[in-house]
């Protein structure tokens, strides 16, 4: 197991995180049922918290297990969770699952990302959306969302790229709200300098008939999907009792049809 030593003590972490989620000691003292006193005390370095009370906390503030490490090892703990490779022994039962899963999908898309959005497997039906992607994009680590709006990506396949991105943006920027990474919020800056990307979803002109934000791509050119316009709305699982670390940080990603045209190019389409 593989944890980054922190830079400052438990008590500055926890702080951090109690801000980032905009609450006052008051309020994650009365949710927690810890006084003020002692959680002002252990914010500021004068008591040491036990572990019993930095997981309790963590708990509180929806830390992710990754970090909830880094705040044990902060306060002079062992870390509690493990990070397993996928490809470990172990994990046969959920490779399996995620085949499953992924298979009992076809013809249809779905993808499997980590916290990231790099891209762990896919089932063969990802080849509708990637037609035409430069194949640079497509080379290890693959990053979902930068495949997706790029502009040598599915960005220029789009036809609602405002508010697809606006979507995606969204999305990712709760990502960084809850896990303040570095790497989320490069990701995200990048994305933004893409021609097109917005970060704010523009009006529907009816939003009583919105429900679900499509994806709307143009005919690929290349006649997999016989010349046709496609369009999906996507549902994302994760593992909700899951302990390990790299469980946690894994989504499944489905994508639907979301109109009749859609599921029968899609049912005609090779795989």
């Known amino acids: 197991m593989s944890v980054a030593l922190p830079v400052q003590g438990v008590g500055g972490l926890l702080r951090d995180w109690r801000q980032r989620r905009r609450m006052s000691q008051l309020e994650l003292s009365v ?10 005390f252990v914010e500021t370095g004068r008591s040491k918290p036990s572990r019993e009370l930095v997981l309790h906390l963590a708990e509180h503030l929806g830390v992710p297990l990754r970090d909830r490490n880094a705040l044990l090892v902060a306060a002079g703990y062992a870390p509690m969770y493990r990070e397993t490779p996928l ?10 699952a995620l085949d499953t899963i992924l298979a009992g999908h076809e013809p249809y898309p779905a993808v499997i990302v980590d916290a990231r959005w790099n891209l762990v497997a896919a089932n063969s039906s990802l080849g509708v959306l990637l037609d035409g992607v430069t194949p640079h994009l497509l080379q290890p680590p693959v990053n979902a969302l930068r495949v997706s ?25 709760r990502q960084v709200v809850i ?5 989320l919020e490069a990701l995200r800056d990048e994305l933004l300098g893409y021609p097109g ?4 979803s523009p009006s529907p002109d009816d939003p009583a008939s919105m429900l679900f934000v499509p994806l709307r791509l143009r005919p690929s050119g290349n006649g997999r999907e016989g010349g046709e316009p496609l369009a999906f709305f996507s549902t994302v699982a994760t593992f ?32």
């Open 31 to 40: 949710e927690a049922e810890v006084s003020t006193r002692h959680l002002s």
């Open 240 to 271: 909700g009792t899951a302990l390990d670390i790299t469980l946690t940080e894994l989504s499944i990603e489905s994508f639907f049809p979301a109109d009749e045209p859609t599921a029968e190019a899609l049912q005609r389409s090779p795989r």
């Open 179 to 183: 896990s303040a990474d570095p790497a």
């Open 149 to 173: 709006l790029h502009p040598e990506g599915i960005a220029p396949r789009i036809e609602n790229l405002d508010e697809w991105s606006a979507h995606l943006l969204e999305r990712l920027q």
């Open 197 to 200: 990307v917005v970060d704010r």
């Open 87 to 96: 490809d470990d022994e172990s994990m046969a039962p959920v490779r399996a």
